[in-house]
């Protein structure tokens, strides 16, 4: 999963862009697919299990975003490893009941390819949990490439992470657009010279978004599609 492309419109390079944005690289956790049940439960099951602690909802997902070693950390330096490895198994075995769809996504993605945007998706999750997610939300033929943790020594917010997305579809920063629903995506695509586009549907609210100054902020899919098609 993770570098990889998928198989090229028939018409290929000559697809004719009329977006606002001619390249749309999109976070995937509660950007592109409502995993915020599955994530938010995943952390307390480790935490409670690992730790015996109970924490608030906002405590548990304040770093969703970041590599999952890194929020481990955050928990516990000293039992990260631990933590980790009861995440981990506790959120392939919850997947398919608790990943949902958001409504209207992917009838807005196929409708941005149409137009003639270029898809991408920059995750911090590793490829195989990103397999995971595509077993159960089949989007992946929608998207042109595929950054996952696995693809870039640093992560969001570090702007690696969009860079080789750029890189991988031969894209200029000046005409992409990253959207995100974290201060991580914000930064990590303002460091990378590209537009960022928030959005309020996923594991963050316009309070934490709105001092990351993203160029816009949306509340539904609607909304996003909108900007991209320059409407």
Known sequence: ?????AREPADGADRRVVTRYATVLLDLDGTVIDSVDLIRESHRH?????LGVEMSDEELVVNVGR??????????????????????????????????????????????????ARLGIVTSKRAHTVALAWDVLPLRGL?????T????RRHKPDPEPVLTALSQLGASASSAVFVGDAPFDLRAGRRAGVA????????????????????????????????VLGA
């Open 143 to 147: 998207f042109d490439v595929v950054i």
């Open 149 to 152: 943790a696995d693809d870039s």
């Open 46 to 50: 480790a935490v409670r299990h690992v």
């Open 196 to 227: 960022t586009i928030g959005v309020t549907w996923g594991f963050f609210d316009r309070t934490q978004l709105i001092p990351e100054h993203p160029d816009h902020l949306v509340d539904t899919v609607a909304e996003l599609e909108a900007i």
């Open 67 to 116: 590599p999952l070693t890194e929020q481990m950390r955050h928990f516990s330096e000293e039992h990260a490893d631990r933590l980790l490895a009861v995440y981990q198994e506790w959120n392939a075995a919850n997947t398919a009941r608790l990943l949902q769809a958001y409504d209207q996504m992917d009838g807005a993605l196929a409708r941005m390819r149409d137009a003639g």
């Open 1 to 5: 999963v993770g570098g990889s492309r």
